[in-house]
Each structure stands twice: as C-alpha cells, then as structure tokens.
C-alpha cells in the first residue's frame, strides 16, 4: 500500500514550510502591533503632557490676567473714593500678578517667544505699578487729574497692553494645543489604521494555518488508519510466521531426533565391526608372532605390512570418524532436548549469575593468568539456566581463545534501557576474521586456528537460546584485536511467543 510522508506540521515539507512562515508572519504582526500600541501610548502620553501642559500656561495666564483686571478695578475704586481698602486689594492683587508671572517663566521657558512676553508683562507691571504709586501718593489733586483724564491716563495704557501681550500669548498656547490634539487624533488614526490591518493579517494567517492544519489532521486521521490496519496485517503475518517458524523448529526438533537415533543404530554396529576387527588384527598379530617362533614360513612382505600397519591405520581412521560422529549425534540430541525443554522464567541478577560462572572458571583462569573484571550488570526476569548456559558459552570461548604471549583481560558489563538488557563480554585475544563474524554461529562450523576441542556447537547453541528467550546475540571484532560479544535480551521476558 503506497502511503503519503506525513512532516511534523504539514502533509509535506512544503506545506510544513508554509504553516511555518505563517506562523512566523503572525508572531511578526503581533510584534507590530504591540510595537504600535507602545509607540501610540507613549505619543499620547507626550502629547497629553504638552496638552497639560498648555492648560496649565493658559490658567496662569488666567490668573494673571485675572489679578491684573482687581489691581485695575481697585486702582480706579481708590482713584474715585480714596478708599484704603482699595489700596489693600490693589497690593494683593499686584502680588498676586508677580506671583503667576514667576509661575509662567517656569512654565514657558522653552519657548522663546512666550518667554520675550513674559518679560514685557514684567516690564509693564514694574512700570505700572510705579504710575500707580506716583499718582495716588501724589495728593487729591494728583488723583483728581488722573480722573478728569482717565481716558487718556497711562495706567489704563498699561493695562491695555497687558492685555494685548496676554491675548498674544493665549493666542499661541490655544495654537499649540490645536496642533497637538490634531497631532493626537493623527496619531490615533495611524495606530487604528496599524491595529486594523494587523487584526486583519493574523485573522488571515489564523484562517489559512487552521486551514492547513485542518488538512494535515485528515491526512494524519488516514496515514493513522492506513496504520492501524497495517499493524493489523503486520501482527496478523507475524502470528502466522510465528506459528509457521514454530512448527518448523518442532518438525527440525523432531527432525533431529529421529535422524540421531536413526544414526546411533548404524554407528553403534560400526563400532561394534570396529572392534571385532582390532579384535581380529590382534589374533592375525599373535598367529604372526607365534608362527616366527615356530620357525613356521612367513607371510609374503605386503600381507605382513597389510597386518602390522595398514589394518592398525584403517581401524585406527575408522575408529576416531565413529567417535566423533557419536559426539556430533550427542550434540544434535542435546540440542534437541533443550529446544523441547520448558523455559520458567524468574528475576535474575546477572552480576550475581556471572560471578557463579567465573567461580566455576576459577581454576582456568588462574591457569592462565586472566584478569576477569566484572562490572554492573542489569536484573533481569528470564530462565536461570538458558542465560546461564549462553554466559558460559560466551566466557569460556573468550578463555579458551586467547592471545598466546599476551595476559588475557576479560571485561564483563552491561545496562538496560527502554525494555531491553544488554550484556558485553570483551577480551583482548585472538579475534575473529570479520568474514567470520556470521559463520561462527552456524552449527558445526568454526573460524581460525583449531587447536581448541569443541565440535562448533556452542556459539550456535547460545544465539538458538538467545533467539528463544526474546534476544539477540552479535559479535564485533577483528583479528588480533580481541572480541566483544553483545547479548540482548528483554528485561522481563513473560515466556511463550511474545518475545520472539
């Protein structure tokens, strides 16, 4: 079944690419957005403390011009009735007016212009008030003239101008506060306008990545239901491979069994022929030895040779291929018996395990000066005596294999992660020609130099057994570099078919 790649957020790599960019493009408007709500909120903070700022102008200017009109009134109330309340309301006011003057100069002193008139209202006011002065201290007459002229009187010139410079200098502040609220609502209408079309850009980034991704959950929901019935397919081949693979190694079990009694039978009478033969040559030897005693005539040269070594030498041949024919037949038996053995499965410690094998070991070992080093080894759920039987096998190849000249180290470790133990057993002998590194575990074959007993049985033995017991066994290593034997095995193996 041909089935589409599935990426991490498309139904492709490029539709991957896609939602990605839009991703990003909708983090970018965000950050616009919040890049424009900043830049607006600190332009109307700015502008709002400059709009506070010329009201507060404009109320000064109020103030003073406020206090400049009572210091008129009270100058004309005491001009009229010689009234020193006047006079009072007139110095107050007069304080009153420097007062807000002081104010302003604070206030405005960043703009030239209100600054230049603030400093002619304080001329006009100093000069004011000096006229004041000088009118009413001059005496009844003095103030009467002031009045009989009051249309043309200077004081009423200085108010007049005072008026003209407050009007000015309202005149500007009213016109700075014009420009900045229209700089205000600028402002406002460029971070709606921003606000707007980013609104509008995610809510389009928003539509099309849901859309996309939409698309990727149906075709996720397909590829998960192509799956599922492919794991359906694939638990239903493995249950018949199983069973297939199962019946195969009973009917090989089997197999074996017959063949190896059948063997045994005709072995057993060769044996037997052998023996009646040795007993036969020993006969002809001692008639052969008496009749040269006896004086009696000699057999010809070539009987004599036939009887005295060629028939030692054949019965000799005959004698060693039936005896190891007869180991080869007791192999395949064992082998047979322990694919029929039941495997009961219970926690094992390795290290404890290994360690019981190195102590059986212990008289080679010594023999051989071998360091054995035995490191943290996992626990285990699996059958004692299947793991002990390939431990062994594993540690007594790396004993009998070893480099001669060289003082054998032998390193024993392991770990078990995501379900699964491993177990590494490395020495530094002779090593294993990598083209021999499949060979070594068929049956009867082994690799190198055969001056070890052995008959080729046990690594095939041990890699049979680990298959059984739901693991695997591999081998790297190179010639005169040493060996390391990996074994893998389940850490709970539950027994029948499960983990095979």
């Known amino acids: 079944m041909e089935s589409k790649k599935i990426a991490s957020l498309g139904r492709d790599r490029r539709a991957s690419r896609v939602i990605v960019a839009l991703l990003a493009l909708g983090f970018v408007a965000l950050l616009v957005a919040a890049a424009a709500t900043y830049w607006t909120q600190r332009q109307n903070e700015e502008i709002a403390q400059r709009v506070s700022h010329t009201l507060l102008v404009e109320a000064r200017l109020g103030a003073f011009a406020s206090a400049n009109e009572r ?13 020193q309340r006047f006079a009072v309301i007139m110095n107050k006011a007069e304080e009153s007016a420097r007062a807000q003057l ?50 043309s009187d200077t004081g009423v010139a200085y108010v007049r101008d005072v008026r003209g410079v407050v009007d000015a200098m309202m005149a500007d502040e009213l016109g700075l506060l014009r420009e900045r609220e229209g700089k205000q609502r600028r402002t406002q209408a460029l971070f709606n306008t921003t606000l707007l079309i980013t609104g509008l850009l995610i809510l389009a980034v928003a539509a099309i990545t849901l859309l996309l991704i939409r698309r990727n959950l149906v075709d996720l929901r397909l590829s998960r239901e192509q799956l599922r ?54 006969a002809i030897a001692d008639y052969l030895a008496r009749s040269e005693e006896a004086n009696w005539q000699a057999p010809d040269p070539a009987t004599r040779l036939a009887i005295e070594e060629d028939l030692p030498e054949a019965i000799g041949f005959i004698r060693s291929s039936t005896q190891k024919m007869d180991r080869l037949i007791n192999a395949i038996l064992n082998l047979s018996r322990q694919g029929r053995r039941s495997l009961a499965p219970e926690r094992l410690d390795l290290g404890l395990v290994v360690r019981t094998i190195a102590d059986s070991l212990e008289h080679r070992i010594q023999e051989t000066g071998t360091r054995l080093e035995i490191g943290d080894l996992p626990q285990i759920v699996n ?38 133990a491993f ?15 499949d060979r070594i575990f068929d049956l009867f074959r082994r690799s190198g130099t055969q001056d070890q007993p052995g008959e080729g049985i046990g690594l095939a033995h041990a890699r049979a057994l680990a298959y059984r017991l739901g693991g695997t066994i591999d081998v790297q290593s190179a010639l005169d570099e040493g060996s390391i034997f990996r074994l893998t095995l389940p850490v709970e193996w539950k027994g029948g078919e499960e983990n095979a």
């Open 71 to 83: 210091m008129e009134t009270a100058r004309r109330g005491l001009l009229l009735t010689n009234d």
């Open 102 to 151: 002081g104010d302003l100069g604070v206030l405005i002193r960043d703009n030239p212009d209100q600054v230049a008139r603030v400093a002619r209202l304080r001329k006009l006011i100093e000069d004011y008030g000096a006229y004041n002065r000088t009118a009413i201290g001059g005496g009844i007459a003095a103030r009467r003239a002031v009045v009989e002229g009051f249309a």
């Open 229 to 282: 019935h492919l794991n359906e397919s694939l638990e239903e081949l493995v249950e018949a491979r199983t069973a297939e693979l199962s019946r195969a190694n009973a009917e090989i079990q089997r197999f074996a069994y017959i063949v190896s009694h059948d063997l045994r039978s005709p072995l057993v009478n060769v044996m037997g022929f052998t023996a009646e033969l040795e007993a036969a040559r020993k």
């Open 383 to 420: 059958d004692r005596l299947a793991v002990e039987q390939i431990l062994s096998n594993l540690i007594e190849n790396a004993l009998k294999y070893l480099k001669p000249g060289r003082a054998g180290v032998i390193a024993i470790s392991g770990r078990s992660e995501y379900g699964r």
């Open 423 to 437: 177990v590494e057993v490395k020495d530094n002998g002779r090593g294993i020609d990598p083209r021999d590194h």
